[in-house]
């Protein structure tokens, strides 16, 4: 009688796991990125002695 073997089983798994993840982190950085980008645009503003302007939208804030 053969032996099954699983490896490949639990590597698909693994595989769907990381594609789930990966979309899931994707989709929230596409929702957030405008507000992630004023976070780095303070930070950067800060380091330059700069003054932080906000934009219309969230990521369109500059250094002024």
Known sequence: MKRLN???????EYLLI????SVIV???VKLLGGYLQDSMTKSSCKLIDKE???GAKPGQGSCQ
């Open 52 to 54: 932080y302007v906000e």
């Open 18 to 21: 990381i594609a789930v993840v």
């Open 6 to 12: 699983n490896r490949g089983q639990a590597l698909v």
């Open 26 to 28: 994707v989709s929230i």
